[in-house]
């Protein structure tokens, strides 16, 4: 008996599954690829924003120790003052009392 050779001929319907499903892979590919390109940019803006707010932050932090120094001293400038406004208005109670002892004690001198 003779071989038969199959006959080698494919389905059309498989044919275009197969390219359908190609351009369906090759679509999500090139999504994917934009995906990934949009993530590489917003990853770029997200460090450029970092740069920006940590500069932002050094200078504001320099800006607030800056503030608290000079607050600082004003407070101590004041605190100074009230010592030395202390120190007189115990100086002058002082002399009052003394001055109150002393004339009280020549009022009583003199009437006895």
């Known amino acids: 008996m003779a071989e038969q050779v199959p006959n080698p001929a494919q389905p059309t319907e498989s ?22 390109e949009r993530i590489d940019q917003t ?42 406004r202390y120190a007189r208005l115990m100086a002058m109670l002082i002399a009052c009392t003394s001055i109150l002892v002393t004339t009280m004690g020549a009022a009583v001198a003199v009437l006895k």
Do not use: C, P, W, Y
């Open 15 to 36: 044919t275009l599954a197969l390219s359908f499903l190609r351009e369906d892979i090759q679509d999500l590919r090139q999504d994917v690829r934009q995906i990934h």
């Open 43 to 84: 990853n770029g803006r997200i460090d450029t924003l970092r740069t920006e707010m940590s500069g932002r932050i050094d200078t504001l932090r320099t800006e607030v120790g800056e503030r608290i120094d000079q607050t600082n001293g004003r407070i101590d400038d004041l605190s100074k003052q009230l010592d030395s």
